[in-house]
């Protein structure tokens, strides 16, 4: 299956900075990405769409201008979470579609966040 | 009313039973049907996959789609204690189908 890697797995930092998540595609394509948060115990929840060469897509209730993306290529997509809070500690996965008819989609292995 | 409601457990069974996992849902236009595994801070891991109704079987795991009832169900058999993790149902209607909706998990444990 495709695979999707995340980095970097894991980060801490001090409140009131910024912190850069990237999500790549590593052998295949991909025109739209996925973020997603996930907090303890619970499910995931779609934050955003990111496509290749146009503005992400942001569900209700996510502010886009602290939770920037940018999708820069066929196989990268970055998610800067700004002016970061300890409200923001979770754990963030991205996903890719597969390439065939099926509707799979291929997750990254996460990273989680801690905000100190 | 969650569009997908999903048993969070905890559900703990020894060693070669038979799990059954379930999900439903409310909203009639979902068309494909997933399950991930999800180990302890790792990203999920798609499991099966099934479009529409009927069943289909991938070694120990079977997955059922009944769309008359809203209800989706995974079964495994022989369990091991290395399925221990949390499992999630997703699924999605056709045209937006590249955006899931999950369920909230179940976590499973195997005990030896």
């Known amino acids: 299956g495709a695979v999707v890697s995340q980095h970097p797995s894991w980060v801490i930092c001090k409140s009131g900075t910024s912190v850069k998540i990237e999500c790549r595609s590593l052998?295949?394509?991909?025109?739209?990405m996925f973020w997603y948060r996930q907090f303890p115990k619970q499910s995931l929840m779609l934050m955003a769409t990111s496509n290749e060469g146009s503005k992400a897509t942001y569900e209700q209730g996510v502010e886009k201008d602290k939770f920037l993306i940018n999708h820069a290529s066929l196989t990268l997509s970055t998610l800067t979470v700004t002016s970061a809070h300890p409200e923001d500690s979770s754990f963030y996965i991205c996903?890719?579609?597969?390439?065939?008819?099926?509707?799979?989609?291929?997750f990254g292995p996460g990273t989680r966040l801690t905000v100190l | 009313q969650k569009e997908v409601e999903q048993d969070p457990g905890p559900l703990s069974v020894p060693e070669g039973a038979i799990v059954s996992l379930n999900c439903t849902y409310s909203n009639s236009a979902f068309q494909y049907f997933m399950w991930y595994r999800q180990y302890s801070r790792k990203g999920p891991e798609l499991l099966m996959y099934?479009?529409?109704?009927g069943n289909k079987e991938d070694g120990r795991f079977t997955a059922q789609v009944d769309k008359s009832s809203k209800y989706i169900s995974l079964f495994i058999r022989d369990s091991q204690p290395s399925d221990s993790a949390t499992y999630l149902c997703?699924?999605?209607?056709?045209?937006?189908?590249?955006?899931?909706?999950f369920g909230s998990g179940t976590q499973l444990t195997v005990l030896p």
């Open positions: 052998d295949f394509q991909a025109t739209t």
């Open positions: 997703a699924m999605s209607p056709p045209g937006s189908a590249r955006q899931l909706t």
């Open positions: 996903s890719a579609p597969g390439q065939g008819a099926n509707n799979e989609q291929f």
């Open positions: 099934t479009y529409s109704s």
